[in-house]
């Protein structure tokens, strides 16, 4: 049975376009993957197929009352709404059934016999769909959601305005997840999720018995919950049956085979022209050449193969430092009370560290401290000598409304255009991107404009803070070998752990201190 059919979808953003004549069908049981690099159109695929954004051309045939549910990127909640309540929405349709059963209930002593027997079997009908949608455990399921993706932590009563964006996304997703939808749509739900939670995650929907479309540039996650692979390259989605694996084997020899095509087609086109040119004005072979003209119009031309930049972050030096970088004593962090004490580490020069720990514990708040953003509770911090840090963010506010150039030109206000413009492409930016506001960017997009302040950035001591958030592949594959090749310290909080594990020196992993 087809869930979702697409005809014909076509999208694009002034002359860049995105997919063309795209024709695909998502099935019950389907578990897809849909994947790409970068800025190919994903996350606007997922918009269209939401109704937040309208297709250029094309139709979505939906089966009758889909049920689908949407976790994007930039995810937003209703504010004013604590946590549990937030997750008690997903199941609002139930809890109204209960209370129309309390009101029949409660007018049953002044009605009439007649009313009186169409409440109760109104209320027999609305029992009966409670219990078959187990009603009675929603806090049960609740409850589970929560400590399987670390939600527990921060207190059901916790307002949403409190959470940090990431906790957010993780609220939404598990909002998502007991919504029971017939179709989810996911846009890389693992971000913000530690290996424990993306464990959980996969398990849960390894076991969900409906159909969903997950973007992610986790192969590991994809490999274990997808059982279809969409490819969005060249305009246009390919269907490959299988994991994240099994569609590498096969996309070589599908891209070889587009390539031939292409060029065989350009072959074609380039001698009609020609023979066009050379007779069409020869009254003897004009009907010849009009005829090859003719042709040439009929030919449904196919996509020039663009190969998406691939990024190079080159990570720019300064002096040396002394031997120590910084070493903390008995330190105490967070904000009004302390979420970790007794801290006590150390960092020598051209050490590179890995922080690791379940979400909330205090990784951000730890590398913030250390930067001196947010100030110590308690204990002490010796920093060494000539320290030139530079620290990526995993939030950052306030930039949608500019485009990459301004936002680099921020940070550097003496730097020249074309040298922001030759740095924003070193790190994978097309022309159209760099005058684009941020806020139509994709995050992978986003991420490598953030980046891009970093390798403009002179520094000895890099602080990052989940810097593979977004990134496609290519790109995770090229910041891990700068970072490698990179002679200064390096802090980096990261979840995934293939991207760090046989570079780094040392992993400091947080719940093996001392938690408060």
């Not at 009352?65 to 709404?81: A, D, F, P, R, W």
């Not at 007794?342 to 020069?349: D, M, T």
């Amino acid at each position: 049975m087809s869930i979702l059919t697409v005809e014909n979808l076509s999208h694009g953003f002034g002359d860049k376009v995105l997919f063309k004549n795209v024709n695909f069908r998502v099935l019950k049981g389907d578990k897809v993957g849909l994947i790409g690099n970068n800025g190919v159109g994903k996350s606007t695929l997922m918009n269209i197929l939401t109704g937040n954004l309208l297709s250029d051309s094309g139709e979505l045939k939906w089966a009758p009352s889909t049920k689908i549910g949407y976790l994007e990127q930039h995810s937003k909640l209703k504010q004013g709404m604590s946590i549990i309540d937030t997750l008690r929405d997903a199941f609002r349709k139930l809890y109204d059934m209960e209370e129309a059963i309390t009101e029949l209930s409660g007018n049953l002593e002044n009605a009439t016999e007649e009313e009186v027997q169409r409440a109760i079997k109104r209320m027999g009908t609305l029992q009966e769909e409670l219990d078959r949608e187990d009603f009675y455990n929603i806090d049960t399921k609740i409850n589970n959601v929560m400590m399987g993706l670390g939600l527990n932590v921060l207190g059901v009563n916790t307002s949403i305005e409190k959470l940090s964006g990431g906790q957010r996304t993780k609220v939404l997703l598990a909002k998502l997840l007991l919504s029971g939808s017939e179709l989810l749509l996911l846009d890389e739900p693992t971000n913000y999720l530690d290996k424990e939670h993306v464990e959980w995650l996969s398990q849960y929907l390894e076991s969900y018995k409906n159909s969903y479309i997950i973007i992610s540039h986790d192969t590991q996650f994809l490999n274990r919950v997808v059982n279809v692979i969409y490819h969005l390259e060249f305009t246009t989605i390919t269907r490959y049956p299988g994991n994240y694996e099994y569609f590498l084997k096969q996309e070589k020899l599908s891209k070889a085979r587009y390539l031939a095509e292409y060029n065989r087609q350009q072959e074609d086109i380039k001698r009609l022209e020609q023979f066009v040119r050379s007779n069409i004005v020869r009254a003897s072979t004009t009907k010849r050449a009009q005829s090859r003209q003719k042709q040439l119009d009929k030919i449904e031309r196919i996509e020039r193969p663009k190969n998406l930049p691939r990024p190079k972050f080159y990570f720019k030096k300064a002096r040396e430092t002394g031997n120590m970088i910084f070493e903390s004593k008995s330190l105490d962090i967070g904000y009004n009370f302390p979420i970790m004490q007794g801290l006590s580490f150390k960092l020598e020069k051209a050490q590179k560290i890995a922080i690791t720990g379940c979400n909330g514990i205090g990784k951000t708040t730890l590398l913030k401290t250390i930067m001196g953003i947010i100030p110590k509770l308690k204990g002490e911090i010796k920093y060494g000598e000539f320290l030139y840090p530079a620290y990526y963010e995993q939030e950052i506010y306030n930039v949608s409304n500019i485009t990459p150039i301004e936002y680099i030109w921020s940070i550097f206000p003496n730097m020249l255009q074309m040298d922001i413009r030759r740095a924003l492409a070193q790190c994978g930016l097309r022309e159209e991107h760099i005058f684009e506001n941020m806020s139509k960017l994709s995050g992978g997009e986003q991420s490598r404009v953030r980046l891009c302040s970093l390798v403009l950035t002179e520094s000895n001591w890099l602080l990052l803070d989940e810097p593979t958030n977004h990134l496609d592949v290519g790109a995770k594959e090229e910041l891990k070998d700068s970072l490698i090749k990179y002679e200064g310290s390096i802090i980096l909080v990261c979840h995934e752990k293939e991207f760090y594990e046989g570079w780094v020196d040392q992993i400091w992993d947080m719940e093996k201190m001392l938690v408060i």
